[in-house]
């Protein structure tokens, strides 16, 4: 009976550990991918479609611009950041600048500028959302998946057979993983 309990006990944490690994390396990887998709501008570049600045009237109400708005339509720019924000949060950073957080429930988005006089110049822009988080997960199968098969080749690099056999059904494996993510795309295609 204390047997049986204790692997039970030891599956039990092996998975939990296994998830949290997961879990670790899917918000590595969703992160990474949000930090490679950051747009840096130079003086005269033309940011995103996404690029927001907030801006406010003699009235002191809060105006949400894009860059393409703020073109046509200029309000004076906010340049008190906000202490309790929920959603649009202005922030000002410790070199001076900006950081504009427009947040909603599948989507961030991060845009960062100097104010000079009431003149607004662009330094970055760099979104979060859905996919980056899918595409992490999906790395993080794969990534785990080579972890495993590293400590599997680890465990029995002595044994000549026994490495020729784990090569055989790990080719088995991910050829079935192939066909069935081929034919997942294929129906994907096809009903598109």
Avoid at 22 to 37: K, M, P, Y
């Amino acid at each position: 009976m204390l047997k049986a309990f204790l692997l039970f006990l030891y599956a039990t944490i092996k998975t939990i550990g296994l998830i949290i690994l997961w879990f670790v390396l899917a918000g590595v990887i969703s992160h990474g991918i949000s930090e490679l998709n950051t747009e840096r501008y130079q003086l005269n570049d033309t940011p995103h479609d996404g690029f927001m600045i907030i801006g406010t009237d003699a009235d002191n109400g809060y105006y949400r611009q894009t860059w393409q708005e703020y073109q046509t339509n200029p309000k004076l720019p906010l340049t008190i950041p906000d202490k309790d924000c929920i959603e649009d949060c202005l922030k000002q950073l410790d070199n001076g600048n900006y950081l504009f957080i427009n947040e909603s429930a599948m989507y961030m988005s991060h845009s960062e500028y100097q104010i000079k006089g009431n003149k607004i110049i662009p330094i970055s822009f760099k979104t979060y959302h859905l996919g980056h988080i899918f595409v992490g997960m999906i790395g993080a199968f794969f990534v785990r998946g080579f972890l495993k098969y590293l400590f599997s080749i680890f465990q029995i690099r002595k044994d000549k057979q026994a490495m020729i056999s784990y090569h055989k059904e790990l080719a088995k494996n991910l050829l079935i993983a192939c066909a069935v993510l081929g034919i997942f795309w294929a129906v994907i295609y096809l009903t598109a």
